[in-house]
């Protein structure tokens, strides 16, 4: 662990640099932390369900961190904070919408009672010691959405957290661009930015596009209409919404994010109440030109409502052939085989797939390049550190800011000790502890632990159990038991379990006359004799497990 000097105001991300997902950025500024948003990662992989940063490195230092500032209520900003705020205790800072989403989840986890949470409201600012956080209202897919304007002795920081630029979002404030020019003026030391869509020209377009487009559809339309979409995306609803109005239509939400996003809309005074959302049980009684259903599923999940309705195992609602899928999202990267496999069904039913590819269903609510040069301009920065996005959007984003105006940048990795300080920086003075932790079942582990790392040689290499009973007279038992997991069924004299028997039988007797009863010599012997074996056969190399079990 590199130095850290006092007077010198460091960023250090411990999740989000090199990959879209799991946020999670510490400053620091005269012996004190401050931490920005904590989420989960998109990625799910080997059985397991949340993948999210490793916190060690703060969670050491937790007597000196301030508190954890939320820019907005996505997963990959707050999805981790029921698994890790338990082992950093600290107060947590955010607007209303985003408080309430947190409460919820905190609320499943049993830690409601014990976290303090502050509601601020968007606009307003908080000061943890040194730090000096502003909420700075940005336009993005989900209401309450803040850049923060961090302040501290040492320079000011604009953190964008997430964002895009709409003049009209259908819901929320829109951007406040005069507070962005006004920060501009008090040359501010950094800018750590979305890098999502740097590879984007022009801008992202409007929520009020795809308001008017998604009417026009939904209007030609004889039968009933789904709409799938992300649940966090509140104006989608408001939409929603407003085109069953215009058309006769009865909106109908399936999928629990929904409904609890629906909540949070109420609680913070986005919606005037729930009544115009009708519960998926209703969705039988209503005439076929006469329903709007909302649902989740949009990137092809597959627990969520969309996929079990296209399998047809959903047990509320059941299309037929006419009715119309509108995919109101965009496809994320990694999910396509799963979305794809979700439109065929639908296809071989007479169902209707219109998706982003075929009209105006959806806008990104992350910056294009030319929001991003309207982001430069305003805030005029001296350094660049380009976040949210893999390691090409971090080194793409790095060189488009250099090209526009922006006099320094660097494209940080994760657990990086970035000192923004240094005159002609920023400086990376070293790597701290990170890496990935996950949801396993009920247990939270490492991603590169020895276990994780079996499952992954399971998984690809299969297992051959083989247990040995000798009896009083070291004799082994015949036939000797063996399990073979995951591994094809060929031999070169029949199976392959009829090979093993004959040649663990063999080997054992060899390595027995050598050293009659020495178990951990019989053991590793044969073990490298099946591997062997199976590598010769079949080119793969199976975990294989010796038990040796003798009758005294
Ligand atoms: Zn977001
Ligand atoms: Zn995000």
Same mark, same amino acid.
């Given at each position: 662990m590199p130095k850290l000097k006092n007077n010198d105001l460091y960023f250090l991300p411990l999740g989000g640099a090199g990959e879209i997902g799991m946020n999670l950025n510490l400053y620091h500024y005269n012996g004190k932390w401050l931490m920005v948003d904590l989420g989960v990662s998109f990625e799910r992989t080997l059985g397991m369900d949340v993948i999210m940063p490793d916190p060690s490195f703060i969670e050491e230092r937790k007597k000196d961190l301030l508190g954890l500032v939320i820019t907005h209520g996505h997963e990959d900003h707050i999805g981790a904070i029921p698994y890790i705020w338990h082992l950093l205790r600290c107060p947590i800072y955010a607007t209303p919408f985003t408080a309430f989403l947190i409460r919820g989840k905190l609320r499943e986890a049993g830690l409601l009672s014990q976290a303090q949470i502050i509601e601020i409201d968007p606009g307003d600012d908080v000061i943890l010691g040194d730090f000096d956080v502003t909420f700075i209202p940005i336009t993005h897919s989900i209401p309450e959405a803040n850049a923060l304007r961090i302040s501290t002795p040492a320079g000011v920081i604009v953190h964008t957290g997430d964002w895009k630029l709409d003049? =009209?979002?259908?819901i929320g404030a829109a951007t406040d661009v005069d507070l962005l020019k006004s920060i501009g003026n008090e040359k501010p030391l950094a800018l750590i930015c979305?890098?999502?869509?740097?590879?984007?020209?022009g801008r992202s377009g409007s929520e009020g596009e795809v308001k008017d487009s998604l009417i026009e559809l939904i209007k030609g339309q004889k039968k009933r209409v789904i709409v799938a979409c992300f649940a966090s995306n509140v104006a989608r609803l408001q939409t929603c919404l407003e085109a069953a109005e215009e058309t006769g239509r009865k909106i109908v939400l399936a999928g629990r994010s929904l409904w609890n996003m629906s909540d949070a809309a109420v609680h913070s005074g986005y919606?005037?109440?729930?009544?115009?959302f009708l519960k998926d049980?209703?969705?039988?009684?209503? =005439?076929r030109h006469k329903v709007l259903l909302v649902c989740t599923g949009s990137q092809g999940e597959s627990r969520a409502a969309l996929s079990r309705i296209a399998n047809g195992t959903h047990p509320k609602i059941k299309l037929e052939a006419g009715d119309t899928v509108i995919y109101s999202s965009r496809e994320i990267p990694g999910n396509e085989a799963a979305i794809h496999q979700g439109q065929e069904s639908l296809l071989d039913q007479g169902i209707n797939v219109i998706t982003d590819y075929d009209d105006m269903t959806h806008v990104s609510g992350h910056p294009n390049q030319d929001e991003l040069k309207d982001m430069y301009d305003w805030v005029k920065p001296q350094i660049l550190i380009p976040v949210h996005g893999e390691r090409a959007h971090l080194r793409e984003h790095m060189a488009f800011g250099l090209a526009h105006g922006i006099p320094r940048a660097l494209a940080p990795r994760n657990g990086m000790l970035i000192n923004l300080s240094i005159k002609g920086g920023p400086v990376a003075e070293g790597t701290v502890e990170h890496g990935r932790l996950a949801v396993d079942g009920t247990a939270i582990v490492h991603v590169k632990g020895e276990h994780i790392k079996n499952r992954e040689k399971l998984a690809s290499n299969g297992a051959i159990f083989i247990t040995l009973v000798f009896n009083k007279k070291n004799n082994v038992l015949i036939p000797i038991d063996i399990t073979i997991v995951g591994l094809p069924d060929i031999g070169q004299k029949g199976s392959l379990l009829s090979d093993l028997q004959y040649i663990v039988q063999e080997d054992v007797n060899t390595i027995t006359s050598k050293k009659p009863k020495d178990d951990d010599y019989l053991q590793e012997r044969l073990e490298q004799s099946v591997k062997k074996f199976i590598n010769g056969i079949l080119a793969k190399k199976p975990i294989v497990s010796i038990h040796i079990v003798r009758h005294s």
């Open positions: 003049t =009209d979002p259908r979305d890098s999502t869509n740097i590879f984007s020209e919606f005037q109440s729930n009544k115009n049980a209703q969705f039988r009684n209503l =005439d």
